[in-house]
């Protein structure tokens, strides 16, 4: 680690910190005895906290996010140029990186054309359902205006993103929901709802089985994750996504696909659904655009789609009437021009397979030593290792049991993840997505860890 904080300015920032900071996603009552984690500096695929200790992030970033790494000069360079060329204008204007980064992501994603700047993931996915309510009120005197989700996917953290999430427990207490969005079956095989050969075909007919029941004519759009990340890291089962087109088709439903964990290379190609062969209409994206980098959200569209927002110029409510001030930040695109730039130059889509398969491989291989192990799924450096603690029933372990795989693995230098309060019972699978960049050794360290923490939890 470069910065060397002396016991003095490290035990104030603790204080500061304790005093001061609400942090996410953890209950604050230990900290009144145990100091909270400061994260001070991070290099590749390296991280140290103000204690000088020194972690293997298996996780980039906590949450999918760090894709190119950490430390890297040249994205900070670019942003540094671009903020004191121009920092910020609102989006009702364009931009040059703005404007340069929207056609370099197209070029990528054939098919669509527009690029919608947000600040957020969540953020991103509002956009849509706003389109989506919009489409229905131009075009089906506001009737086809409901929003399917899929139990297990996540959307977001905003009310109407969380009316649209299918993990129970992060929305248990924040009710009441925006109406309009309904649930359908999720498509994890390894929970198998549904006894048949052809079980894609299956889980997703039952997609069709809530649009009949619920009125074709009142449904916009379906919303998926191409690979569900906190549900579980759900991998849809063959012939799951050609079946799902099929029905969006037929029933005129539009399709918006949650790219915001696989979105720009994470499971080996630039989007997760790029590997199914499916064509969306909207495809929104965050933590990976510009791995963290700088804050940049964005919502990308077909041309048909952006053409029903420009059909009456006289009428003043024609358009798309919406904007989120951080949009208009210069930040974020110029970030992620050198971040698809670095993917592109360092060649990372085909390390991620590559290295994707050696880390499943690996899994694969703890599995056969540890039982409690009960299935191992994901696509690129996308995987997640479901623990049960009988193979047979599947029954899953205690919640407390894999977070203490995590605690182990963590007091030994390596950072990993767990389903967190997010599926009652089923917070039960191991999460990794290490960066872009990893090597076999970053990989085979990070599996090595985690075969020395489950024999210490489980023997
Ligand atoms: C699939 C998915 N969609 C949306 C979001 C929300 O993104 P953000 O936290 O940037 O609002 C997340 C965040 O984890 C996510 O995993």
């Given at each position: 680690?470069n910065?060397h904080?002396?016991?003095?300015d490290?035990s104030?920032v ?5 005093a ?9 009552k230990?900290?009144?005895?145990i100091?909270p984690?400061?994260?001070v ?5 390296r991280?140290?906290?103000a ?14 996010t760090?894709?190119?790494g950490y ?8 942003v540094?140029d671009?903020?004191v060329k121009l920092n910020y ?9 703005g ?8 070029e990528?994603m054939?098919?669509l054309?527009r690029v ?18 919009q ?5 089906y005197?506001g009737?086809?205006n409901?929003i399917?989700f899929?139990?297990?996917?996540y ?9 649209a999430g299918g ?10 929901y ?5 649930e359908v079956?999720?498509c994890l095989e ?13 889980a997703?007919?039952?997609i069709?089985e809530v649009?009949l029941?619920?009125?074709?004519d ?5 919303c998926?994750e191409?690979?569900?990340a906190?549900?579980g ?7 799951y ?11 005129d ?6 790219e ?7 499971t080996?190609?630039?989007f997760g659904?790029q590997q ?19 804050a ?15 059909e009456?110029?006289?009428d003043p409510l024609?358009y798309?009437?919406?904007?989120s001030t951080?949009?208009?930040?210069t ?5 992620a021009?050198?971040?698809m730039?670095?993917?592109?130059d360092?060649?990372l889509?085909?390390?991620?397979t ?7 491989g690996?899994l ?12 191992v ?7 997640g290792a479901?623990?049960?603690s009988d193979?047979?029933?599947?029954e899953?372990?205690?919640e ?7 605690a ?7 950072i990993?993840?767990?389903t ?6 089923f917070?039960?699978?191991?999460c990794?997505s ?6 076999a050794?970053?990989?085979?360290a990070i599996t090595e860890t985690?075969?020395?923490a489950?024999?210490k939890?489980?023997?």
């Open positions: 680690m910065t904080l002396s016991a003095n490290i104030k603790i204080e500061a910190d304790r001061h900071v609400w942090h996410h996603l953890i209950q604050h230990p900290f009144e005895t100091d984690r400061i994260m500096e991070g290099r590749g695929m991280v140290w906290d204690t000088g200790k020194e972690y293997l992030d298996g996780v980039s970033g906590g949450v999918w760090v894709n190119v430390a890297r000069e040249s994205i900070a360079d670019a540094r671009q903020l204008f609102a989006g009702s204007a364009g931009s040059i990186p404007s340069q980064f929207a056609e370099k992501l197209i990528k054939p098919g054309s919608y700047y947000t600040n957020s993931g969540s953020e991103a996915n509002e956009k849509v359902f706003k389109m989506v309510r489409i229905a009120h131009k075009r005197g009737r086809k409901k399917l899929r139990e297990r996917d959307h977001g953290t905003t009310i109407t993103a969380l009316s993990q129970p427990e992060r929305g248990a207490q924040y009710g009441p925006t109406p309009g969005f309904v079956p999720h390894y929970r198998a709802q549904w006894d048949v050969e052809n079980y894609g075909e299956r997703a007919d039952a069709e649009i029941r619920e009125g074709a009142t449904i916009g759009a379906l998926l191409p690979v569900t906190g549900g890291v759900i991998t849809p089962p063959a012939g996504w050609e079946r799902v087109q099929e029905i969006c088709r037929k029933y439903i539009l399709l918006h696909i949650d915001v964990v696989c979105g720009v290379g994470r080996g190609k630039w659904y199914y062969g499916v064509k969306p209409d909207f495809v929104t994206m965050a933590k990976g655009v510009a791995s963290g980098y700088a940049i959200a964005c919502a990308v569209i077909t041309e048909e789609v952006f053409d029903m927002f420009k009456n110029p006289d024609d798309f009437r919406d904007i951080f949009g208009g930040c930040a974020g695109p110029a970030a021009l050198e971040n730039r670095i993917i592109e360092e060649g889509l085909d390390n991620t590559a290295m994707g398969e050696r880390m499943l690996n694969r291989g703890l599995m056969e030593k540890h039982g409690v192990i009960g299935d799924r994901g696509k690129g450096l996308f995987l479901e623990l049960v193979r047979s029933t599947k899953p372990v205690d407390k049991q894999a977070q203490a795989v995590v182990e693995c963590m007091a030994q230098g390596v990993i993840g767990v967190n309060r997010s599926l009652p019972g917070n039960n699978t191991l990794f290490p960066a872009l960049i990893s090597t050794d970053d990989i085979d985690v075969d020395k489950l024999t939890v489980f023997g």
